[in-house]
Every structure is written in structure tokens, then in C-alpha cells.
């Protein structure tokens, strides 16, 4: 779709305000899934500064995309919104994103890097040569100076018709009233209006063995989840479960895995977890499950930390094996 660094530019750096009306207006018709980051609003909080920090200006492919087309994430996003109107299809996706951006430059950047682009009502949609066959549908656009569209053709193309026929994507009530709640009391948010039931996988693929759980992914019929950032990253979700009693072992599920990071806090590397876990709140309201947990700035910073030392002493193991 696009090349790596820009993508990867554009999303990485993360309201109590709603969201942007005017990205809301982008998205897709009648959505399944919206989901948004105000990344202004996050990177102002101490841990949104440590994540803008780790964008190094050492890194190779960070630099060649800030000298090649001005464009900084830590400087340049604002908000970034997604929308899909198929639940899992990640090839039916949209993403709007508010901010500063030389359209031109990022153009011959693209173009420099061998993708390709056509012109729709005015408005060029860019493809990467290096992106996946996942992606092979997907192009990226800029409205303007301050507004881009990524996703899939057919999505970017109709974001342009409602941007030049000034047409509002009108979102069902309850939707939209979800929406306003989550985004506007959080960082980062995400809605979800169709089950979690994961695509069937051919016969024979990989991660195509059945895996029986406790609650099965089909039983969550609709899902809302929020971040803040702040000294404690609190997160926060709602799920609409198929039924009474399966609301009520999604709650056990997750007060079964507390219980056992407290009978296993005495352990090497559990005392982070621990004081996660100790932050835990989980109650149900008929077919409803709500979560709630603060993780301790600095309990998140090192367990953050310790994941490259993890990798690193699992290949050690592998290597001696």
C-alpha cells in the first residue's frame, strides 16, 4: 500500500475532547469497527513522551523518511482515526489522519522508492512497490495539507467523493453515541459494533488447529475499549456478551488469570504484574462485562524494557539447544 516508514510514521507516535468531527466525517458507511488515537493530546502525557522519544533520529529508516519528505511524526500528527465496515477484513479499512503533511514531497518520496500512483477526480492515490499482498488493494491520498487517507482503494476513493460533495458519513445512533462516550474520555479508543469471531481458516494453515477456550471469541457480540495516558496508562473496555452467563465467565476468565499472577508474585519478573494486577476491576450487568486497569507508568516502562532481554535469552536457549 504505502512503504513501511511512512505507515509506520503516520501511526506510531498516538481525547478529553470527541473525536474530529471532520475525520469522523471520512470514514466508512455504516462501520464496524471505528477506532482512534488524539495523538496530540497523548504525547503530552509523560508516557506518550517516552514513546515520541523512541523515535530516534539514529534510526536509519526514520531519517531517510524525515530527509526525504520533512515529514515528523513527533512534530507533524495530530489524530488518527480508523474505520472498517467488515469487522475483520483488515483489507477493508480506512484511516484518517490529521497533521501537517508536504503532499508533494511525500509523493516523490513514494515514487523515488518505486510506487506508483493514478489520479482520481483530482487527486493523486499512491502505491508503494514494497507493499505485501495484503496490501496490493491499498493506496494512500492527501485531502489537503493536513488531511490523508490510507486503506483500500475503493475506501480512499469514496472518502474523496464525500470530502468534494461535502456529504457527512451519518453513523447510526447507538454507534455514534458510543463513539462520543469512548473517544471523548479517552486517548485512544476503540468500537466495535461486530462480533470478535475470528475468520475460519482454510483446512491445514497455520494457526488453523482448534483451540478450545473457556469464552469462546463468538460469544462478544460488541466491544469498547479506551486508554488514557497519563502517570498511570488506564485502560478500560465494555463487552456485549451473547448471554447472561456468558458475561458472567469472561468475568471469571480475567479474575482467574489475577488470581494467578498473585499466587505466582514471589517469582522473578512478577512484580510488575503483580502491582498491574492489583489494579484490576471487573463487573457484569446482565449480558454486559466492564474491565478497568491503571498500569503504573513505571510497572509498563519495564516490563516494556525487559522484552528485548526476554527475545534475546530465548534465542541464547535456542542457539545452545
Not at 485512544?188 to 494457526?207: K, Q, Y
Request: charge should be neutral.
Amino acid at each position: 500500500m504505502i512503504s513501511r516508514p511512512l505507515l509506520c510514521g503516520l501511526l506510531a507516535a498516538g481525547t478529553c475532547l470527541a473525536a474530529d468531527p471532520a475525520l469522523l466525517n471520512l470514514i466508512v458507511r455504516d462501520p464496524k469497527v471505528v477506532a482512534g488515537i488524539d495523538i496530540q493530546r497523548a504525547k503530552n502525557s509523560p508516557f506518550g513522551q517516552k514513546i515520541v522519544a523512541g523515535l530516534k533520529d539514529d534510526d536509519q529508516d526514520f531519517q531517510k523518511l524525515l530527509n526525504a519528505t520533512g515529514f515528523d511524526p513527533r512534530r507533524d500528527l495530530r489524530e488518527v482515526v480508523l474505520s472498517s465496515d467488515a469487522g475483520n477484513a483488515h483489507d477493508r479499512a480506512l484511516i484518517v489522519a490529521s497533521g501537517t503533511f508536504d503532499a508533494a514531497r511525500i509523493g516523490r518520496y513514494i515514487e523515488s522508492e518505486g510506487g506508483t500512483s493514478t489520479t482520481y477526480r483530482g487527486f493523486d492515490l499512491w502505491k508503494s512497490k514494497s507493499a505485501g499482498e495484503e496490501h496490493r488493494n491499498g493506496s494512500i491520498a492527501f485531502l489537503s495539507g493536513s488531511t490523508a487517507l490510507i486503506g483500500n482503494d475503493e475506501l480512499v476513493r469514496q472518502a474523496i467523493d464525500r470530502h468534494l460533495g461535502q456529504i457527512q458519513t451519518v453513523l447510526d445512533p447507538p454507534v455514534a453515541a458510543k463513539v462520543q462516550e469512548w473517544s471523548a474520555n479517552n486517548d485512544a479508543w476503540f468500537v466495535s459494533t461486530a462480533s470478535l469471531n475470528p475468520p475460519a481458516r482454510r483446512p491445514g494453515a497455520p494457526g488453523s488447529s482448534m483451540i478450545p477456550t473457556i469464552v469462546p471469541l463468538e460469544s462478544i457480540q460488541k466491544a469498547y475499549a479506551g486508554v488514557r495516558f497519563g502517570s498511570n496508562v488506564e485502560i478500560s473496555g465494555e463487552t456485549l456478551m451473547r448471554s447472561e452467563q456468558d458475561a458472567a465467565s469472561l468475568a471469571d476468565v480475567i479474575r482467574f488469570a489475577v488470581s494467578m499472577i498473585r499466587m505466582n508474585q514471589d517469582k522473578p519478573g512478577m512484580e510488575e504484574l503483580q502491582k498491574i494486577a492489583d489494579t484490576v476491576r471487573v463487573s457484569t450487568s446482565g449480558a454486559s462485562t466492564r474491565f478497568f486497569m491503571a498500569l503504573p507508568e513505571e510497572a509498563l516502562q519495564k516490563l516494556l524494557d525487559s522484552k528485548p532481554r526476554i527475545r534475546t535469552e530465548r534465542k541464547s536457549r535456542a542457539a545452545r539447544i
